[in-house]
């Protein structure tokens, strides 16, 4: 729509309409609020940016759809160091190289690695000695994973475990 200059407008429900509540000269314009079907969460960046700034931050499932967008959004807040975490290896090289375009000052680190596997996670958090760990490694399309039950548990169950026991520890 933005390459052909298209507007993009909101048209009142039809029932409404044929109820006389509203009119199509109440069309507006799309808000990302209307996408959201729910309200949207308002952050402090003050707050989070007094927790990330100079700290040592793995972002798990980084190069992820959702763990991508939650490495965009912690670069921009000053992290000592961002470990970028994830088993694909060409999603982890598209974040990172996007992140060290965009934030050539911060340290970022690609590590390529499956939460499943505890021997390796155990050692990146020994070595790296993450302060801040967020863990965006699932896979996230139900219908998808109904359909194939025992990696899902492996993955969001037992990874989760892995991950969290490795940040306690």
């Known amino acids: 729509c933005r390459a052909t200059q298209c507007k993009v407008k909101i048209v009142p429900a039809l029932h409404e ?5 509203v009119t199509l000269r109440q069309l507006r314009d799309v808000n990302l609020e209307d996408l959201l079907r729910r309200e949207p969460v308002k952050l402090d960046l003050g ?11 793995l972002v798990t499932g980084a190069g992820g759809s959702i763990g991508s967008e939650i490495c965009r959004q912690i670069a921009k807040l000053l992290p000592g160091k961002l470990y970028l ?3 694909s290896e060409n999603n982890i090289f598209e974040i990172e190289r996007e992140l060290l375009h965009q934030y050539p000052q911060r340290e ?11 021997k390796r996670i155990r050692s990146i958090f020994t070595e790296r000695r993450p302060e801040i760990v967020v863990h965006a490694a699932a896979h996230k ?3 998808l994973m109904e359909s ?22």
């Open 47 to 57: 707050i989070m940016r007094g927790q990330l700034r100079n700290k040592r931050v």
């Open 85 to 87: 975490l994830g088993k």
């Open 17 to 21: 309409m044929i109820d006389g509540m």
């Open 108 to 118: 970022i680190e690609p590590i390529i690695a499956d939460v499943r596997d505890e």
């Open 148 to 169: 194939q039950p025992v990696e899902a548990v492996q993955n969001n169950i037992f990874g989760t475990m892995i991950v969290a026991k490795a940040a306690m520890a």
């Open 141 to 143: 399309h139900v219908p």
